[in-house]
Structures are given as structure tokens and as C-alpha cells.
Antibody
């Protein structure tokens, strides 16, 4: 069974940093492209970042470019999102999702990030 | 601000049919496949329809998708109480060079 389990969320002050993790199991992680998708409280879905299966192609939404860094460790079956210079508008539930080009077959349950003073 | 526009809400009684629209442009829906996601209250999104009209295994055939020009639609026939959820369309956007989601539609079963 495919499982994606996010962790690392929490309360952080504006300007602070957080590192999210996504532990994958039930499939050969190194074969699949991965993404982070977020959802602000009571709002819709927003794609955040993409990383190819080998980590050699990376992309970001304009809203996080220059502040967030996506990475993966295929040996550890893990996906990461380093978030720096956090803003109030980054508050939300962050999902890791397996897939590409708006086609996301599997999703984690999400980890909540709250940016507030 | 999403580039894919959906109605805020849709509703129907049990057994009825409901259609959710998704309006885009030539840079997204017009030239790329559309996927639909269902998000039950308090749950993560779930892939409902992929590549315009295909259903993943486990998705009832009450759900169907279609695309025409720069618009797409999700149809739910024989509405059931467990279909009460938020529904999102999504597609790749060639101008933004990234995936975009629709604004979301809340489907209520009366």
C-alpha cells in the first residue's frame, strides 16, 4: 500500500524557517516524481514545488521561488521542503503528492504550517 | 488567484445528477489534460478523474469527466450523501509553466 506521511509542521514567526519531511513507503520512491501542494485555511489547492525522480529537475511556484527549497533522499525514501523567510500567507496544510503535471495519484494527509507572531 | 474558474457551489438531492464546470484558456485546458480531485471534509484530496475522462480504479462510474475547447466538466450521476465534498479541476498551464488548480466547487447533497 502506498503511503506518504508528512511531518515537520508547526508554529513559526514571520521570517522564520521550517523543514518539512515526507516519508514514502509501499512503492519504489526513486522511480517517481514528487510535489508539494498546499492549502490555506478554508481556501483551495496551490501547487508549491516539483522534483524529478532523480532530483535533477526542480521547479517552484512564483510565490515561493527564492524562499523554499525542495529536495529528496532516494536512499531514505524521503522528500523535503526547506522553507525560509516564512510569511503569514504561507500558512496552511502542506501535502506531499506523487505525480507530475497536475496528475497526482497519491497524497499524504498533510502537515500544518502556521506563520504568526 | 487561480486561472481555472469553477462555480462556488452546486447541489442536488439524492439520486439526482450534478455537473461541475471548469473554465480555462488555450494555455491550460485548451492544450492539456484535465484532472479532477475530490476532497471530503477534513481529508486529503483524492484523484477522481485523470486525463480528461479516465477513472482510477475504485472510483464509481457515477463520476465522469469531459472536455471541450477551453472548458471541462465533471458529472456526478445518482448523487449520494457521501459525494458531499469539494471538487477541484487541475491542468498544466503552458504560459505559467506549471500546474494550476481550479477555484473549487462545494457540492452539497440536499
Amino acid at each position: 500500500e502506498v503511503q506518504l506521511v508528512e511531518s515537520g509542521g508547526g508554529l513559526v514567526q514571520p521570517g522564520g524557517s521550517l523543514r518539512l519531511s515526507c516519508a514514502a513507503s509501499g512503492f519504489t520512491f526513486s522511480n517517481y516524481e514528487m510535489n508539494w501542494v498546499r492549502q490555506a485555511p478554508g481556501k483551495g489547492l496551490e501547487w508549491v514545488s516539483y522534483i524529478s525522480s532523480r532530483g535533477d529537475t526542480i521547479d517552484y511556484a512564483d510565490s515561493v521561488k527564492g524562499r523554499f527549497t525542495i529536495s529528496r533522499d532516494n536512499a531514505q525514501n524521503s522528500l523535503y521542503l526547506q522553507m525560509n523567510s516564512l510569511r503569514a500567507e504561507d500558512t496552511g496544510l502542506y501535502y506531499c503528492a506523487r505525480g507530475f503535471t497536475a496528475y497526482y495519484v497519491y497524497w499524504g494527509q498533510g502537515t500544518l504550517v502556521t506563520v504568526s507572531s | 488567484q487561480s486561472v481555472l474558474t469553477q462555480p462556488i457551489s452546486a447541489s442536488g438531492t439524492p439520486g439526482q445528477g450534478v455537473t461541475v464546470s471548469c473554465s480555462g484558456s488555450t494555455s491550460n485546458i485548451g492544450g492539456n489534460a484535465v484532472n479532477w480531485y475530490q476532497q471530503l471534509p477534513g481529508a486529503a484530496p483524492r484523484l477522481l478523474i485523470y486525463f480528461n475522462h479516465h477513472r482510477p480504479s475504485g472510483v464509481p462510474d457515477r463520476f465522469s469527466g469531459s472536455k471541450s475547447g477551453t472548458s471541462a466538466s465533471l458529472a456526478i450521476s445518482g448523487l449520494q450523501s457521501e459525494d458531499e465534498a469539494d471538487y477541484y479541476c487541475a491542468a498544466w498551464d503552458d504560459s505559467l509553466n506549471g500546474p494550476v488548480f481550479g477555484t473549487g466547487t462545494k457540492v452539497t447533497v440536499l
